[in-house]
């Protein structure tokens, strides 16, 4: 009898080894030292290994956790409060934006981090100003971090239209050394849980010589950048008018394009423009549900994926989306694609689900520890109880349906348990590590004062919520 | 003191009377006799009127509600087996739905009901071929069936490609007869919560003379007929090669465009025809995620409504959808329209939710009866609970951001509660007159006989999701 920590037994895995699904069944999977340490048959699996713990997971399909890869959490505390409108910056999240102080926004970030979690996320891709807190709590719930602190350098102020940004090197350079602070506190704590990106906002809002700096430090640190590319009409118009070429263009002679470099977006690029991207080596994150509210647009990510480049997805942030729900965004990558292409045999189920898994592993580069349950991989796995109605009934023969139904009727709440590193960290409703009542509580509190601070500058910029505000809409 | 039946206490309605949501605070509504008897002061309701029970939904948001206008619930016994594919009826459900039997469809269209109820639907749009038992057991729980029943005259055989579909007049005189049947066996049953319509499949499927005997025998009963409009290229062709106009112009032509007629789909519809049906007073019912997956397309609902018309909402069928939720089909709807568009001012939350409330009851011509929280409409209503993680923070000031939260980012577990006629059908996650175990167990005894009686048509077809199957992707 060899020891071992856990044997998790499941009628269904879907592995996602391989260029599919990786299904596999008659198995149990071992983990040990919070990795995954192979598939034993599930016939023989109690009589060959002693284990501390045995999850019978007798009627649910196993999976690896998913990933999102890029979210601003902390916006979770602004749910709502943005979208319906162009121009969603000035006239949806500006008024408040500009009024909620750092410590509503870790609430926000607790609240959104739960509902991830609530739904399957394991790994969360979060991205802001201020990141200590939430590294805090991701350790604290046992989820993995793979978190990105945000350096900007133009100033922060109105523009006219058609004004260049200011720099403040000052600025930037503050914001990129807080950037190599949190990296050195919290790079590999939680161990090695969580990982520190460095954030550069977007090429429009740093000058040549910070993002370069930045990039060398990336580089010497072995970690990456997460970065906005080519994310809307706004930046193509500031990189043209100062340096007279598109951003991706600007980005590759700059030589900004390559491994290190996540590329968030691709909002306003072609499909030529993100397949220079995608050979590059970059990966490459899409937001189907945030992009889809805040612009209408469906982002080039097949044209990417079709020239060799992994995507993985992102939920981005709950003022324009609204939720942190990445099956939700598997459903809408794979219907957007269909409708932008108007062939329903565009990004079938089973490829967004690899976007979620081990697709977005490797576009974010963690493939050789997360993205698929494999000997070896880190034992982040999650559960899905087939017995909800959404995923019924089950079929195995002539076919499996249970990648479709996960991926186009799942809610969320089919998702019973979540395990990071081998561990349980949420199981029948209920993220283990915290009270969330408290987490709710704590966020409520915010809501008075933001709502009174922010209803003047509501009502001078008077955008399309403030309308339907006054007209009985909302 | 008044005695009356029911207070519902919740610090939020959206009653949806009026041109937006009818929001209201401070007020109570007050049930008798399955109506609503209006809304009262919440200070003074306890002192004004004595209530055979209070609803207490003190962290609730209550609303219509929601109707999903049109479903194929019996397909749900085979959810997630047709997906992904091109000729979604042929390579994808043919090999299923030709060895499913009617006490297959009827177990399916328990689970269906049940998750749609669960989800927030309490009027169910259902169609198809034999519709008694859908009847019984929307009776059973306690829910309003919209229940139309399929005639079709064209014989089911295979055609050729560019054949012209072969009538059988007969066969259609049988259905037509057995509708007839229906309506005298359930229409007005269930205290008048079951309504039966009449169902010609669609323009290509029956001939004039037997869709003019429809109509007559429809108007006569003042019901309603519930049809799919131009569809697809399928019956344009049809519609075209036997009379020489597309289906929208023949079906104008032969007078079959007024407000009886209540038009699915219109997947094969462009802008002008769209408003051509919306002008002559019908109802549109649009089905975004079934569409969406078979055809990849987005139906042009928006130009029906701008031409005056009033359009639901539907869920269409499991294999292909593949789910009946109500919230789902309001994000789909509004995102699908903003892509479409380019637009994110496009289909606005507000006007999503509409149409699954009281623009969908003007669509299937029961807005007298239902579809907003008014005095003398029945007491069909929801509550969602806004502390689940999905719907917070709340905002009331200086905009309230529930409605755009219920929309782009709840799931469904966030409805807590249901009632039909002043009956609370469903609560805390049970729709409470059926056993949940019993109806998943009922339908899991067809599964074997169909997954063994559709192998080898499967194979021998071999659409997509046979070649997913030989390549593990499913």
Same mark, same amino acid.
């Given at each position: 009898?060899?020891?071992?920590?856990?044997?998790?037994?499941?009628?269904?895995?879907?592995?996602?080894?391989?260029?599919?699904?990786?299904?596999?069944?008659?198995?149990?999977?071992?983990?040990?030292?919070?990795?995954?340490?192979?598939?034993?048959?599930?016939?023989?699996?109690?009589?060959?290994?002693?284990?501390?713990?045995?999850?019978?997971?007798?009627?649910?399909?196993?999976?690896?956790?998913?990933?999102?890869?890029?979210?601003?959490?902390?916006?979770?505390?602004?749910?709502?409060?943005?979208?319906?409108?162009?121009?969603?910056?000035?006239?949806?999240?500006?008024?408040?934006?500009?009024?909620?102080?750092?410590?509503?926004?870790?609430?926000?970030?607790?609240?959104?981090?739960?509902?991830?979690?609530?739904?399957?996320?394991?790994?969360?891709?979060?991205?802001?100003?201020?990141?200590?807190?939430?590294? %805090?709590?991701?350790? @604290?719930?046992?989820?993995?971090? #793979? /978190?990105? *602190?945000?350096? &900007? =350098?133009?100033?922060?102020?109105?523009?006219?239209?058609?004004?260049?940004?200011?720099?403040?090197?000052?600025?930037?350079?503050?914001?990129?050394?807080?950037?190599?602070?949190?990296?050195?506190?919290?790079?590999?704590?939680?161990?090695?849980?969580?990982?520190?990106?460095?954030?550069?906002?977007?090429?429009?809002?740093?000058?040549?010589?910070?993002?370069?700096?930045?990039?060398?430090? %990336?580089?010497?640190? @072995?970690?990456?950048?997460?970065? #906005? /590319?080519? *994310?809307?009409? &706004? =930046?193509?118009?500031?990189?043209?008018?100062?340096?007279?070429?598109?951003?991706?263009?600007?980005?590759?002679?700059?030589?900004?394009?390559?491994?290190?470099?996540?590329?968030?977006?691709?909002?306003?690029?072609?499909?030529?423009?993100?397949?220079?991207?995608?050979?590059?080596?970059?990966?490459?994150?899409?937001?189907?549900?945030?992009?889809?509210?805040?612009?209408?647009?469906?982002?080039?990510?097949?044209?990417?994926?079709?020239?060799?480049?992994?995507?993985?997805?992102?939920?981005?942030?709950?003022?324009?989306?609204?939720?942190?729900?990445?099956?939700?965004?598997?459903?809408?990558?794979?219907?957007?694609?269909?409708?932008?292409?108007?062939?329903?045999?565009?990004?079938?189920?089973?490829?967004?689900?690899?976007?979620?898994?081990?697709?977005?592993?490797?576009?974010?580069?963690?493939?050789?520890?997360?993205?698929?349950?494999?000997?070896?991989?880190?034992?982040?796995?999650?559960?899905?109880?087939?017995?909800?109605?959404?995923?019924?009934?089950?079929?195995?023969?002539?076919?499996?349906?249970?990648?479709?139904?996960?991926?186009?009727?799942?809610?969320?709440?089919?998702?019973?348990?979540?395990?990071?590193?081998?561990?349980?960290?949420?199981?029948?409703?209920?993220?283990?590590?915290?009270?969330?009542?408290?987490?709710?509580?704590?966020?409520?509190?915010?809501?008075?004062?933001?709502?009174?601070?922010?209803?003047?500058?509501?009502?001078?910029?008077?955008?399309?919520?403030?309308?339907?505000?006054?007209?009985?809409?909302?």
């Amino acid at each position: 009898m060899k020891k071992i920590d856990m044997i998790v037994k499941a009628p269904h895995f879907f592995t996602m080894a391989g260029d599919g699904v990786g299904y596999q069944t008659g198995t149990a999977m071992l983990v040990n030292g919070g990795k995954i340490a192979g598939f034993a048959d599930s016939a023989r699996v109690d009589a060959e290994y002693a284990a501390e713990e045995t999850l019978l997971l007798e009627r649910h399909a196993v999976l690896p956790g998913f990933i999102d890869a890029h979210m601003h959490t902390g916006l979770a505390i602004a749910r709502g409060l943005a979208q319906d409108t162009n121009n969603w910056m000035m006239y949806g999240l500006q008024p408040f934006d500009n009024v909620i102080g750092q410590s509503a926004r870790d609430a926000g970030s607790r609240l959104a981090i739960v509902e991830a979690v609530r739904a399957g996320t394991t790994t969360l891709g979060d991205y802001e100003h201020q990141m200590d807190e939430v590294c %805090a709590f991701i350790k @604290k719930i046992g989820a993995r971090g #793979h /978190v990105t *602190q945000l350096i &900007r =350098e133009a100033k922060r102020r109105v523009y006219d239209p058609g004004e260049l940004y200011e720099y403040d090197p000052a600025m930037g350079e503050t914001a990129f050394n807080r950037c190599l602070a949190l990296y050195d506190r919290w790079h590999g704590e939680a161990d090695g849980r969580i990982r520190i990106l460095f954030g550069p906002q977007g090429a429009d809002f740093l000058s040549l010589e910070l993002l370069l700096k930045i990039q060398k430090a %990336a580089k010497e640190r @072995k970690t990456k950048i997460h970065m #906005h /590319v080519q *994310q809307g009409d &706004r =930046e193509t118009y500031q990189i043209e008018k100062r340096y007279g070429k598109r951003p991706i263009a600007w980005l590759s002679d700059a030589g900004y394009l390559d491994d290190t470099l996540i590329a968030v977006h691709l909002t306003d690029a072609n499909d030529d423009e993100a397949a220079v991207v995608a050979r590059s080596g970059a990966g490459m994150i899409v937001c189907p549900g945030s992009i889809g509210i805040i612009d209408g647009v469906v982002p080039p990510s097949t044209a990417f994926q079709d020239a060799g480049g992994n995507c993985g997805l992102g939920s981005d942030q709950a003022p324009g989306n609204n939720c942190h729900n990445i099956i939700s965004e598997m459903k809408s990558v794979a219907l957007f694609n269909k409708i932008k292409y108007k062939n329903p045999e565009t990004m079938p189920a089973w490829r967004a689900l690899r976007m979620a898994t081990i697709e977005g592993a490797r576009a974010i580069g963690l493939s050789e520890s997360i993205g698929s349950l494999e000997e070896g991989k880190r034992a982040d796995f999650i559960a899905v109880d087939l017995k909800k109605p959404t995923m019924l009934p089950v079929y195995t023969a002539p076919m499996r349906n249970i990648v479709p139904n996960l991926v186009y009727s799942a809610r969320g709440d089919e998702v019973a348990l979540s395990a990071v590193d081998g561990r349980v960290i949420y199981r029948d409703g209920r993220v283990l590590a915290v009270d969330e009542e408290t987490v709710i509580g704590d966020l409520e509190n915010f809501v008075p004062d933001i709502g009174r601070d922010a209803t003047e500058e509501f009502w001078r910029i008077h955008g399309t919520n403030a309308e339907f505000m006054e007209k009985g809409r909302l």
